[in-house]
């Protein structure tokens, strides 16, 4: 198997070099970009499979970039901050990251959510995943598993690896509800210990397919039990 890519973007050359270092002893390629704008650059030039952005960088910092590159990559995305409060880590997930770690941080840490998000990306893509290969559609919405596609009234909606893992999910059990922490344990194959991340994905996605969010059509709320999508 080819070696994959991941694209670095920090200001900072020691953390930028220190994480090139791990990231490289568990065998992957590294690109470096140091601002927003570098990133943009790399990410459309190479066949980047995740990015780990820095927020706090000059000329285009971390969240404008990912909000750039959500438009076009589907790609995990990582974010690095110095800031930990909630608020900040629900923000950076809702404005596309897969995945939120503060300043300063465990390398070894930083390396096993890389981990983490590339066996689910890499599985995900994969066109052999025959288990969950074929169409389905509810009403106007139609998810293709073979080619990640969601079309809700014949147009595309731009879903994340983690929200079409959490889509497709559900729709492949149409009208079954599954609790917050099944669902986390099934999407992200671990221990549930950071539900509200899941509540902030399903707000997006509502926010992707649904014509009022507010009033879902498609993906509902079991009140103290959890989410489904109904048969039409």
Known sequence: ??????????????ITEAIEIYLMNEGYNVFIAYDGIQALKVAREE??????????????????ATIELR?????PIIM???????????????????DYITKPFNP???????????????????INNEENKGLITVGGLELNIT???????GREAKLTPIEFKILSLLMSNLGRVFSIEEIYERVWNEI????????????????????????????KVVWGVGYKVDKK
């Open 147 to 153: 080619n990640k596609e969601v079309l809700v009234n």
């Open 80 to 98: 690095l901050s110095a800031k930990s409060e909630d608020s900040d880590k629900i923000l950076g997930l809702n404005l596309g990251a897969d």
């Open 71 to 75: 438009k076009e990559k589907e790609i």
């Open 47 to 64: 066949a980047i499979h995740l990015i780990i952005m820095d927020i706090m960088m000059p000329n285009l910092d971390g969240t404008r």
């Open 1 to 14: 198997m080819n070696k994959l890519n991941i694209l670095v973007v920090d200001d900072d050359k020691e």
């Open 108 to 126: 070894l840490e930083l390396i096993a959510r890389v981990n983490s998000q590339i066996r689910r990306y890499t599985r995900f893509s994969s």
């Open 192 to 219: 549930a210990y950071n539900v509200d991340t899941v509540t902030v994905h399903i707000r997006r996605i509502r926010e992707k397919i649904e014509v009022d969010p507010r009033n879902p059509q498609y993906l």
